[in-house]
């Protein structure tokens, strides 16, 4: 039986002033003193210098129609499906920072359905 690898779904996301400033703010904070980072979140950057943020599933909650990131603020979530599965595992949001702007999306590892003793 074969089981699905991890999974990464891009979010439509509405942006707050606020939040724009809390993930600029964190990126200073991170290239200044990398240790300033909260536990949970961890940053790097891309070949092409590109900001990346990685959230643990500890450093953000996921509420009917919005997600939020601890210390930095509130992402609106657009649309009415959920991001990721009920039952879902290792999710991690990922925030990556383009010359389009920023892009959201959400990594996770699917539920494993076992089909045992159906007859």
């Known amino acids: 039986?074969?089981?699905?690898?991890?999974?990464?779904?891009?979010?439509?996301?509405?942006?707050?002033?606020?939040?724009?400033?809390?993930?600029?703010?964190?990126?200073?904070?991170?290239?200044?003193?990398?240790s300033t980072v909260a536990k949970g979140l961890s940053c790097s950057e891309s070949k092409e210098g590109q900001f990346i943020l990685v959230a643990a599933e500890s450093a953000f909650v996921t509420l009917p129609g919005a997600c939020v990131i601890k210390g930095i603020g509130a992402i609106e979530l657009l649309g009415a499906a959920p991001a990721f599965e009920e039952g879902a595992k290792s999710k991690t949001l990922i925030v990556k920072a383009t010359p389009e702007g920023w892009k959201f999306s959400v990594k996770f590892v699917p539920p494993i359905v076992r089909e045992r003793n159906a007859k």
């Open 1 to 34: 039986m074969v089981h699905p690898k991890s999974c990464e779904v891009a979010l439509a996301v509405k942006t707050t002033e606020e939040l724009l400033t809390g993930l600029e703010n964190l990126r200073l904070a991170w290239k200044d003193n990398p």
